[in-house]
Every structure is written in C-alpha cells, then in structure tokens.
C-alpha cells in the first residue's frame, strides 16, 4: 500500500443527520489510485443514503466501497496501515453528536474530518475536527463526540491501525447520552409539578436509555423513572417533560403519578445512563438538589460519590409561579454546583 497525495477514497457512504443508512456502493473511478477528476468527484458525492439518526450500521473492511489507499492521517496521530471506509454525514442539525466504533477483531481507529469544500484529502490539516479521533489501543472501542454545525458535511473515517487483516465493524451514530440535561423543576406547594429534561445534541434522542431519579426526602422515599421505549426527544433543544398525574397536556410530556411530593421542601433529581446505581456515581449525567428549610432538617440523599456544592438550592423562597431553571453548565458529574440554577417564572 502507498500514501497517494490529495485522494478521495474510492466509496463515500453518506449519512445525513437526521439519518445513518445501511451502506450504499457508489461508482469507483478508474483513476482511484491517484487524484479524482472532479466528474468522478460529483458522481460519488451525489450518492446519498438517508435512514432515522440512530441507526447501527454494520459491514466489513472487506466489503466493496473499502479502499487500502491511505497510510496516514494528519488528524490522526498514529499511521493507519490497513483498509479504511469513508462515511460521509450531512448536518442538517447543530448540536454534538456522538459515534461510536465497536465490534471488530482487528485494531480500528475512528477519526472525524469536515469538509472545507474540496472534498475529502488524507493530507489537509484544516479538515481536522479538534479533539475528534478515537485511537485506542487494541480491540478497545473507539467514540467521537463532536460539536455538529447544521449545513456542514463532515467525514467519519474507519481506518485499521497496523494492519491488512480485514474485520467487521458496528458504527454507531446519535445524540451522545452524557449530553442530556435536566432543564427545569417545577412544583412548588399548588403549581403543577414536573422535571424538565432537554436535548441539545444534533440527533434525535431516545430517552429509554435514561432513568429519573427522585428525591422525596420528606416522605422516605425514592421513585424512579424510565420513559417508554422509543420515546424520543427531538434535537437541537427539543424537550420532554415528566409530569404528576395520570394525564397530560401536551405530546411532548409524560404523565408518572407523584413526582415531588405534595410539596417542594427538600430533595433532589438525577438523570442517569441506564439505572441510577446510587453506590456509583458514573451512572449519573445530570443532578439538582434543593431544600425549603436550609440549615435545618434532613438534607437530600445525594448518590455516594455524588456532590452539590455548596449546598442544595434555596427553595424557600418560590413562588406558586416559579420553577428552578438551569441558567449555567459550571458544575459536571460527579461535582454539580447550586449557581447552575436560579429561581424563574415557569414555563408554560
């Protein structure tokens, strides 16, 4: 195999944003070797595969659309001696999105270019996407997480380290989970009560894959919460609300029973992959701890390992019109900080 200057890679596989298809063959130029005449550059730019954001794609290095063109990356940090598949990904949303490398038997690398507008080149350092190449060592999986700008094509480069030992490969493409926040918290004595959770990543995300954890300290009691399967929130700051009651007002709430007691007086919410393991605190994403009586009385039951500095949020003083709102993002697990919220009239 031999670095070849400037070089579009014999198959692009496109994905857009609001989709990852199953993979489609495009047409291989006869001077594949060397530099794309821009006729054959059109041609495979035009093939475009549209399936929904969150689709697992799985094929091989081996299958048709795979080149062993490129030794080397100047994104990547280490050479890439075996066979590489291109994907190319459409924006159509900002917001960070995350892709995710896993299933091979042979040492893979996963590395994110953008498109500066002529094409994809091995040898363009401005095609680098800071921070966004996953290159560990061995069978250990790789994962990207980028900030996505809507209208950008970008390029998701599967490339074999050290070898020409072919492998399937699962790439996975959607709204990175760590990226999901609660938002809002509202139920203060009379106003209804709900939590707020929002997506600001480019890609619709399933909210299964998170579970609420409620603090009713008061009442001695824990509730937690996983919503229904596939129940998506849409991205770039779409939002789902979890609600008190049997029923609901809108398509983008879900109705739980209690959620906060029969008051707003002390406790805490906690957004989590998976189950809220409150012996270990990697599982928590997000956390809002609040107490109407501050200095005295029980403080909430934070997860071991789970800290709110300096203290629980004031509630005492809301009114029946307000909610606690996130207004900063200084704080991150496992260290969440009382300046993130503030004390705002309640969204409708």
């Given at each position: 195999?031999?670095?070849?200057?400037?070089?579009?890679?014999?198959?692009?596989?496109?994905?857009?944003l609001?989709?990852?298809?199953?993979?489609?063959?495009?047409?291989?130029?006869?001077?594949s070797?060397?530099?794309?005449?821009?006729?054959?550059?059109?041609?495979?730019?035009?093939?475009?595969?549209?399936?929904p954001c969150?689709?697992?794609?799985?094929r091989?290095?081996a299958?048709?659309?795979?080149?062993?063109?490129?030794?080397?990356?100047?994104?990547?940090?280490?050479?890439?001696?075996?066979?590489?598949?291109?994907?190319?990904?459409?924006?159509?949303?900002s917001?960070?999105?995350?892709?995710?490398?896993?299933?091979?038997?042979?040492d893979?690398?996963?590395?994110v270019?953008?498109?500066?507008?002529?094409?994809?080149?091995?040898?363009d350092?401005?095609?680098?996407?800071?921070?966004?190449?996953?290159?560990?060592?061995?069978?250990?999986?790789?994962?990207?997480?980028w900030?996505?700008?809507?209208?950008?094509?970008?390029?998701?480069?599967?490339?074999?380290?050290?070898?020409?030992?072919?492998?399937?490969?699962r790439?996975?493409?959607?709204?990175?989970?760590?990226?999901?926040?609660?938002?809002?918290?509202?139920?203060?004595?009379?106003?209804?009560e709900f939590v707020?959770?929002?997506n600001?990543?480019?890609?619709?995300?399933?909210?299964?894959?998170?579970?609420?954890?409620?603090?009713?300290e008061?009442?001695?009691?824990?509730?937690?919460?996983?919503?229904?399967?596939?129940?998506?929130?849409?991205?770039s700051?779409?939002m789902?609300?979890?609600?008190?009651?049997?029923?609901?007002?809108?398509?983008?709430?879900?109705?739980?029973g209690r959620?906060?007691?029969s008051?707003?007086?002390?406790?805490?919410?906690?957004?989590c992959?998976?189950?809220?393991?409150?012996?270990?605190?990697?599982?928590?994403?997000?956390?809002?701890?609040?107490?109407?009586n501050?200095?005295?009385?029980?403080?909430?039951?934070?997860?071991?390992?789970i800290?709110?500095?300096?203290?629980?949020?004031?509630?005492?003083?809301?009114?029946?019109?307000?909610?606690?709102?996130r207004?900063?993002f200084?704080?991150?697990?496992?260290t969440?900080?009382?300046?993130?919220?503030?004390?705002?009239?309640?969204?409708?």
């Open positions: 195999m031999r670095s070849c200057g400037l070089v579009l890679l014999s198959l692009i596989v496109t994905l857009a609001t989709g990852c298809p199953s993979p489609t063959d495009a047409p291989v130029p006869d001077d070797q060397g530099a794309v005449d821009p006729d054959d550059q059109a041609e495979l730019l035009s093939v475009v595969a549209s399936s969150g689709a697992i794609i799985e091989s290095t299958a048709t659309g795979s080149s062993d063109l490129i030794d080397s990356w100047d994104c990547s940090a280490f050479p890439t001696i075996g066979r590489e598949t291109v994907f190319e990904f459409d924006a159509l949303q917001g960070p999105v995350a892709a995710s490398l896993d299933q091979f038997t042979t893979l690398d996963l590395l270019l953008v498109d500066t507008g002529s094409g994809l080149a091995h040898d350092p401005a095609m680098c996407v800071p921070g966004a190449a996953s290159q560990n060592a061995n069978l250990m999986p790789e994962r990207v997480v900030e996505a700008v809507a209208g950008t094509t970008y390029y998701l480069v599967v490339d074999t380290f050290g070898s020409d030992d072919a492998t399937d490969f790439l996975s493409i959607g709204a990175p989970a760590e990226r999901i926040y609660i938002n809002e918290v509202g139920g203060v004595s009379g106003a209804d707020e959770i929002t600001p990543g480019g890609c619709e995300f399933d909210l299964s894959e998170l579970e609420l954890r409620i603090d009713l008061l009442e001695s009691e824990l509730v937690y919460f996983s919503a229904p399967d596939e129940w998506l929130i849409d991205p700051g779409g789902v609300r979890v609600v008190e009651g049997t029923t609901t007002d809108a398509p983008n709430e879900i109705a739980v959620i906060l007691g008051t707003f007086q002390v406790g805490g919410v906690g957004l992959v998976g189950s809220c393991d409150d012996s270990d605190s990697s599982t928590f994403i997000d956390y809002v701890a609040y107490d109407d501050p200095g005295s009385g029980p403080d909430p039951r934070t997860p071991t390992g800290s709110f500095a300096p203290a629980p949020v004031d509630s005492s003083g809301l009114a029946d019109t307000e909610s606690l709102n207004v900063g200084t704080g991150s697990s496992p969440f900080r009382a300046a993130d919220w503030s004390a705002q009239t309640a969204t409708p």
